[in-house]
């Protein structure tokens, strides 16, 4: 089969390095303008890897809403399968590349953007086909893991965690989308569509990890708990209710003991109880892999389940309800069970409230909100 490479970043050359192992994989072209003196197959020109009837297949690895959105949707229009990585693209256009896809006879596959090189979405549409799935969660972002992993281990502040992580390569200049959540709700999105058949938009619960200091991980740590960041969803009937945030989880739990910058999702059905995808979330070698295996299950006409996002559902902040931990520098009015003063923190213990009365407790004021995990 061959194929074309858009982007030549850390991804697109991951893809192009495990590609050359491979017999029934050739990269005719990629488009990078600034390879085009180092090798003979880059170009500038998209047209020239769309009119070429060779290429059958097109892996996007060029990050961001734009031109990724009409690259891909032109691809598929041309009657080639796509393979991508980019989330972000992803989450906001899933809907339209399937429908497109499906018009044109094509595929659009993306494994790789949710958990880099595990093979979480896989396992959600093995499992689906046999019953329903009753909930996911997990650890989506690795970027957002080694900072709270280093603010855990070594006791450092956030920036100071955040800053060394910069340098290592896991965190961007600009680290919003990991630690405000947007990586992790377009995880959550594109895990939903295969779980429950449905496709959502941003409308459930996103709440900023950057509020969480070193005091709050040595306070929760005499508490026997560590602090993870969590996207997760659930239905009832046609209603939904997902949230991305901090939870506290039991030292003993294995999401507690997930290290550095790797991810661990859950997806928990009937006769499967609980079952745990564990590995690398990012990186140039495991998300290539994720993409080349896509690549071979197009090519060998392989399918877990077919995509289909016909149900609908509404965001509800009503469905269950949790335990949750909220730190402020004042004490605050309400039905807690109870209140610990560390400092000059509070920390007020909810009951088990519903996500609506959550919302109402912080009304968007820069608290730190934690949900509690005690299993």
């Known amino acids: ?64 809403l734009h031109p990724a959105y009409e690259f891909i949707m032109k691809a598929i229009q041309n009657k080639k399968s796509v393979v991508s990585a980019n989330k972000a693209v992803i989450a906001k256009y899933l809907d339209e590349f399937l429908k497109t896809a499906k018009e044109n006879n094509v595929e659009f596959c993306f494994e790789a953007s949710v958990g880099g090189g595990i093979p979480c979405l896989a396992g ?3 499992i689906h086909r046999i019953e329903n799935i009753d909930k996911f969660y997990g650890i989506f972002n690795g970027t957002s893991n080694f ?25 961007e200049a600009d680290p919003s989308a990991d630690i405000d959540g947007y990586d992790v709700t377009n995880k959550v999105i594109i895990s939903f569509t295969l779980a429950y058949d449905g496709f959502i938009k941003n409308e459930f619960p996103c709440f900023t990890m950057k509020n969480i200091t070193k005091e ?7 508490q026997s ?10 239905t009832k009937g046609n209603e939904y209710e997902a949230s991305v945030m901090l939870n506290l989880f039991p030292i003993n739990a294995l999401e507690a003991n997930v290290l550095g910058n790797y991810n661990i999702i859950t997806v928990q059905s009937h006769t499967m109880g609980e079952v745990k995808f564990y590995g690398q979330g990012a990186g ?43 730190r402020s520098n004042e004490e605050l009015k309400g039905n807690f069970e109870r209140i610990d003063r560390d400092g000059n923190n509070f920390y007020h213990y909810t009951k088990e409230i519903i996500q609506a009365d ?4 912080v009304e968007e004021k820069d608290y730190l909100v934690v949900k509690l995990n005690e299993y």
């Open 1 to 64: 089969m061959k194929i074309a490479i858009l982007g030549f970043g850390t991804v697109g050359s991951g893809v192009y390095e495990i590609a050359k192992t491979l017999k029934n994989i050739e990269v005719k072209k990629v488009l990078e303008k600034d390879l085009m003196s180092k090798i003979n197959i880059a170009t500038n020109n998209y047209d020239e890897i769309i009119n070429d009837k060779e290429i059958e297949l097109i892996v996007e690895c060029m990050g961001g």
């Open 124 to 126: 959600i549409q093995k």
């Open 147 to 171: 900072i709270l992993d280093n603010m855990y281990r070594f006791e450092n502040e956030f920036f100071t965690s955040l800053k060394t992580a910069q340098k290592l390569g896991y965190a």
């Open 216 to 222: 709050d991980i040595l306070y929760f740590k005499k």
């Open 225 to 234: 708990f560590v602090a993870k960041y969590i996207g997760e969803a659930t």
């Open 284 to 326: 140039k070698l495991p998300t290539a892999n994720a993409i080349i295996q896509d690549i071979l299950d197009i090519q060998a006409k392989i399918s877990f389940n077919p995509i289909s996002i016909e149900k609908k559902y509404t965001y509800s902040s009503n469905l269950f309800k949790h335990k949750y931990v909220i």
């Open 358 to 361: 959550l919302l109402k407790l």
